[in-house]
């Protein structure tokens, strides 16, 4: 640790130090990739190394790979849980490391490498149980299996695994033996013993070979294993076991926030997936009760042991959850599980899919609150499943955007380490902006480009723009404006009224890249034909402009002022761009740079790589120490971005997964900025919403009150009940105790009785038991000395037996020796053989070569004697001896040919002598193989010898059988014309069932329209009768209102008459009633209208309302009973085809009885001529007739079908009746 911490001081102090500090993203498809280090901490694989995470806490670890790393390909964590073993891809060679766990940052301990071992990538590692071995399997057809000690870093142990084919494949230790090894795949099964340096092979592979998936070690002796076909196979010691086969399992019909209609929608296009789909076992994984099990994609079964004849019974379903995010939820559930793993306590279950989602299960002990089917959960969020094409942040929030392919746009809080938002669209996703207040985001899909608002729990499509595949959009640092890529076009656009405000139009290539000034008054761009233009906003011309023609550029990133530009492409470096020149230029070394980011203070530059890795920089570019590299991800960094404060830097990787690195190397002046700097809490949240939830909180205290009364009501009635129960409970139980206190007396004078009694007869008994205990010893003593005869007899035979065995194993080893010796002897003599050849050649080339150097010192000699004596000849002389110098050169070229081709023989020797080696090493791979194959021929000679005894016994049987045969024969010809004749006239009797069926179904047909018909009238019938029972109503209560009137009116007239004698009374009396009772009803009338009015527009409404639900429940109940009787009747017909064509298999095989008995008849008389012996004639058993003839069988099944039919037509009759019977119409 100390080490550590001063290589990260050390690196802090040279160059920028960035730290991950959360990543959200995990590697799909890796042996292992999930496990627990904890009860509530999990590492997986992620980007190019691990991530350890606690699930509670949220809080993030990472372990970075090796250099140049591009992702790891299977994890082991040993069972102490202190060391991690990766399997990676990087560079050339596979690399093999373990890490330490302890500390708080994972510490490389070793890395294992060895000659021996082929270049190939290991796909599975384990740990032994002391921690101390690790074994390793390279993937298939040519596998091998390796077992390190790797602390020593020394490779012990090596073995080749032959396969019938590529796969999948998985290693494994005994939990309680470290020598004990556990191997599977396509085609084996294999367990290995490790002893002095070797591992041998312990089991033997019987039956036929099958695709083993995976497995899991439930005990010390027991290995469950699946297959490719849905098959789980139980070994115990190498031997199988136990056998299930599993069926393709469906996802159930209502699932956890799923909805009516869309079930209804979607059950069509799952029957249709699953139709074509088989099960296929992909993950086991063992736990305490059993072990767990994924057949189908999305789901995992539960087993444990019973102690019943089959050894292991499903008990529960566990299913993925549904998306809700996706425009197609049931795809979550079609997952394939890749891998489960268990917490230490066992408590929770975590899965990981091969769409690099993570989910967990919490376990239930307690079987009362256990159900049948139950639900995974998200082990945080989900994540992104494909390549991220769009990464941005914002200025008010501590909150990232991400789009990807998989559709998907995502809102995180970096700071919390949670998925805030998450929606997913039909159209991919190619580019993604924030705007600085974190309310609305731009995002350019294959369609269209999209204004969204970002709500409390949803995104809201504001606008929509006819831009099509956008790669690239941004908003200004105001956020009043933000530019669109429309080909190779800048279009500016105003972020309040969305209206066009200018277009940028220069570029010649495609714009993957654009950034604003920090006063957003100009706009730097850059295209794929090597251009990069700083625009002015205010006037929509180039300010400047910088052309390299040799490079595409990919990124760009700008400082605060605007002055400096830097830039990344295809050439492999950082340019820094200002005043329309390359200043300076840093090279990337074998790797492209993909992304630049810039922090706001413009000390330091990052860039992202071709390979995953991150490189920090110190501005100003000039010294090459200021650059310190960092593994992050296993892919392309796809974008990159600094937050405003310059605390965070944020990347996007293809691997799918965003990191958060926090950045240390900061300016003193920009504390006091952070400590200014206040997050933004406000969310946005539509109108309707709102209403709805108030409308929901209301609902709910309407729900709470009434519940409460109920609950009070329930309660008091209970109280009653129980105060009455308690009441007649005391009285029973006072009479209870007195009726037992009397039987208690009356049991203690019984048991003293019995106490008497038992004293006595066991004063009998323990004689009896003293004379029986002398005959038992006398008899015991005989019978052991019998014993101990017939025991010396035994040992004997026993040691007879060992002899004889002995003998033959000394016979057999010698014959094994003299093999080997002969073959050794041969291999030999080839050897010397070739070694001899190869010497004749080495002295014949000598010899040749001498006889080449010889011939040219020759020619020298002799072309310079001749020069210097035709130096005086004429010029006829010359052209002769250049005539005779092109021969010789002709010579020379014929001998340099002769020379090139004995050097290629030479090669062909020694490479047939490299061949002659890799054959003897196959050999003595061949004798150990055949050494293992000799002590499992013993033990199946042993078998095959009591195999042979049974088989003549039942040869003999079968003679026996063959005599009583002969007299069948005669028997059987005249059965087999009676039952042709039969069949004729049956075949006849299916011709004719067949038209009845045909007429059934006619008038099934004509039955179903009559109901149809039927139950219209009755539903007209029923609303007649409520419209009239309504009017009817309506009379009364109109007649019950007029009463009412008159009963006031004689009450108010029976006031006016006391004042008959005053006259003025009685006149203001009959005044008042004519004004109250006169003008009332006009009122009263238009009133009532307007109600009546209102009431008949209400009831029709109603009216309507319920006759369109009647006529489509009634619709569903026809379409249901004519769906049932219709496969009733398919049901039966083909019943009735599969008894024909059982009848004819089965006349097909008595044919073939008699024609075999008839041949064997034949063999049999010809064998009795030769050997003159008569057959002994004996009467034949009636089983076996009955079985040859089942012509009884056959006539009681047609009566059966007969007897069905005409009771269906019954059935139809008593329908129809019912149907047409008026007393069956009820009016409700």
């Not at 949803?458 to 640092?477: T, W």
Request: a negative charge; proline letters at 3%.
């Amino acid at each position: 640790m100390a080490e550590a911490e001063a290589t990260a001081a050390a690196a802090a102090a040279a160059a920028a130090a960035v730290l991950p500090v959360a990543v959200f993203g995990c590697r799909p498809r890796v042996a292992g990739g999930v496990c627990f280090l904890e009860e509530r901490v999990v590492l997986h694989a992620a980007g190019a190394g691990c991530l350890r995470l606690h699930i509670d806490h949220k809080w993030h670890n990472f372990i970075p790979g090796t250099k140049k790393s591009r992702g790891v390909q299977a994890l082991a964590v040993s069972p102490d849980r202190r060391f991690l073993a990766l399997s990676e891809a990087a560079g050339e060679r596979p690399v093999l490391t373990v890490y330490e766990l302890s500390a708080e940052r994972a510490r490389r301990r070793k890395a294992l490498a060895a000659e021996e071992q082929p270049a190939r990538q290991a796909v599975s590692l384990a740990f032994s149980p002391d921690s101390q071995l690790l074994a390793a399997a390279t993937a298939p057809p040519e596998g091998h299996l390796a077992c390190w000690l790797w602390e020593k870093q020394q490779l012990v142990a090596t073995v080749r695994i032959p396969a019938a084919g590529d796969g999948p494949c998985q290693v494994s230790f005994n939990p309680q033996d470290s020598t004990q090894v556990c191997i599977t795949g396509n085609g084996y099964f294999k367990l290995f013993k490790y002893s002095e340096g070797y591992l041998k092979q312990m089991n033997l592979q019987r039956g036929e070979p099958e695709n083993y998936l995976c497995h899991a070690w439930l005990s010390a002796e027991e290995v469950i294993c699946g297959t490719d076909t849905g098959k789980l196979s139980l070994f115990e010691t190498g031997d199988l076991h136990w056998e299930k086969s599993l069926e393709y399992r469906k996802p159930p019909r209502k699932q956890k926030g799923t909805t009516e209609e869309y079930e209804s929608g979607a059950a069509f296009e799952d029957t249709s997936l699953q139709q074509h789909s088989l099960p296929k076992i992909s993950a086991v994984a063992a736990y305490s009760k059993g072990f767990a099990c994924s057949p189908s994609p999305g789901v995992v079964l539960l087993f444990e042991k019973t102690s019943e004849e089959e050894a292991y019974e499903e008990r529960q379903e566990v299913w993925l959850p549904q998306d809700l995010f996706s425009t197609d939820p049931k795809k979550s559930s079609r997952q394939d599980i890749t891998w489960i793993c268990f917490s230490p306590s066992e408590e929770v279950m975590v899965v990981s899919t091969n769409k690099n989602q993570l989910y967990m299960f919490t376990m239930f002990s307690n079987k009362l609150i256990r159900e049948k089917i139950s639900y995974f959960s998200y082990m945080n969020f989900p994540l992104h499943s494909n390549s991220i094409t769009g990464l941005d942040m914002c200025t008010w929030k501590p909150i990232l955007a991400t789009c990807s392919l998989d559709r998907s746009v995502r809102i995180w809080n970096y700071k919390k380490n949670t998925l805030e938002l998450c929606k997913e669209y039909q159209e991919e996703a190619h580019t993604v902006s924030l705007h600085p207040t974190g309310f609305f985001c731009l995002v350019g899909f294959s369609d269209k480009l999209r204004f969204i608002s970002l709500l409390y729990e949803d995104m809201h499509v504001f606008k929509e723009f006819a831009v099509k595949k956008c790669r690239e959009c941004s908003f200004s640092n105001g956020g009043h404006l933000f530019a669109i890529v429309n080909g190779n076009v800048i279009q500016i656009y105003s972020g309040i009224t969305f209206e066009n405000v200018t277009n940028l139009k220069g570029h010649t290539g495609m714009v993957p890249a654009i950034k604003w000034s920090s006063d957003d008054t100009k706009l730097v761009s850059c295209d794929t034909h090597g251009a990069v233009y700083k625009w002015n906003l205010l006037t929509g011309q180039k300010e400047s402009e910088c052309v390299l023609k040799t490079c595409i550029y990919s990124s760009i990133s700008l400082t605060y002022d605007a002055k400096i530009i830097f830039a990344v492409g295809s050439d492999q470096t950082l340019k820094e761009i200002s005043e329309s020149s390359i200043k300076h230029e840093v090279p990337a070394r074998d790797v492209v740079y993909t992304t630049v980011a810039v922090s706001r203070s413009g000390c330091l530059v990052f860039v992202g790589t071709s390979l995953g890795t991150i490189r920090a920089m110190k501005y100003p570019l000039t010294q090459k120490k200021n650059v310190s590299e960092y593994q992050a991800h296993a892919g392309a960094v796809t974008k990159m971005t600094v937050t405003s404060d310059d605390q965070f830097l944020l990347t996007a990787s293809e691997d799918g997964c965003v990191f958060i690195w926090r950045v240390h190397d900061k300016e003193p002046g920009e504390v006091k900025e952070e400590q200014k700097l206040e997050c933004a809490e406000e969310v946005l949240i539509m109108r309707s919403d709102i209403d709805e939830k108030t409308q929901a909180i209301l609902d709910l205290q309407n729900c709470v009150r009434d519940l409460q009364t109920e609950s009070e009501y329930e309660l008091r009635l209970k109280d009653i009940y129980c105060e009455e129960k308690i009441k007649s409970l005391e009285e029973n139980f006072t009479q209870e105790i007195d009726f037992l206190k009397t039987k208690h007396q009356i049991l203690q004078e019984e048991k003293e009785k019995q106490k008497l009694q038992h004293e006595v007869q066991l004063s009998e008994l323990i004689e009896k038991q003293a004379k029986e205990v002398k005959q038992l010893e006398s008899d015991s003593s005989q019978k052991l000395s019998m014993e101990n005869e017939k025991y010396q007899e035994l040992q004997v035979k026993s040691q007879k037996m060992e002899e004889e065995y002995e003998k033959q194993l000394h016979s057999l080893e010698e014959s094994k020796t003299k093999a080997v010796a002969e073959l050794k002897e041969q291999y030999e003599k080839k050897l010397k053989h070739k070694s001899v050849l190869l010497e004749e050649t080495k002295e014949s080339m000598r010899k040749q070569i001498k006889a080449h150097e010889e011939m040219e010192k020759q020619i020298y000699e002799d072309g310079d004697k001749e020069i210097f004596e035709l130096k005086d000849k004429y010029e006829k002389q010359l052209l002769e001896e250049k005539e005779s110098n092109i021969q010789l050169k002709g010579e020379i070229g014929v001998m340099n040919k002769r020379l090139n081709s004995l050097q290629k023989e030479l090669k062909d020797r020694n490479r047939d002598i490299e061949e002659m080696r890799l054959e003897q090493q196959k050999l003595q791979d061949i004798i150990k193989s055949l050494e293992k194959d000799i002590l499992a021929l013993k033990t199946d000679v042993k078998e095959r010898t009591e195999t042979i005894l049974e088989k003549e016994k039942y040869v003999y049987e079968l003679k026996m059988k063959n005599q009583e045969l002969q007299n069948f024969k005669f028997v059987l010809s005249y059965k087999i014309e009676e039952s042709k004749k039969q069949i004729e006239s049956r075949e006849n009797d299916i011709e004719t069932m067949k038209k009845q069926i045909s007429e059934m179904e006619e008038e099934l047909e004509q039955f179903r329209k009559e109901s149809v018909e039927l139950k219209l009238n009755i539903t007209q019938l029923q609303q007649k009768q409520k419209a009239t029972a309504g009017e009817v109503h309506r009379e009364m209560e109109k007649r019950q209102n007029m009463e009412t009137l008159i009963k006031r009116f004689k009450a108010d007239l029976h006031n006016c008459v006391r004042f008959i004698n005053d006259s003025k009374k009685m006149k203001d009396g009959i005044r008042e009633l004519y004004t109250k009772y006169m003008h009332q009803p006009d009122v009263v009338e238009g009133q009532a209208e307007d109600t009546d009015l209102q009431q008949q527009y209400k009831k029709q409404q109603e009216y309507n309302e319920r006759n369109l639900a009647v006529l489509r429940k009634k619709v569903m109940k026809d379409k249901e009973i004519q769906h049932t009787a219709y496969m009733r009747i398919v049901q039966e017909n083909m019943s009735l085809i599969k008894e024909i064509n059982d009848l004819r298999q089965e006349l097909r095989v008595a044919n073939a009885q008699v024609h075999s008995l008839e041949s064997a008849l034949r063999l049999n008389k010809s064998k009795k001529a030769i050997q003159d012996t008569a057959p002994s004639t004996e009467l034949p058993s009636g089983p076996a007739v009955l079985r040859l003839n089942p012509e009884m069988e056959s006539e009681k099944i047609i009566e059966m079908q007969q007897l069905e039919i005409q009771y269906l037509r019954d059935q139809v009759q008593e329908m129809g009746k019912a149907l047409n019977s008026p007393g069956s119409v009820s009016f409700s």
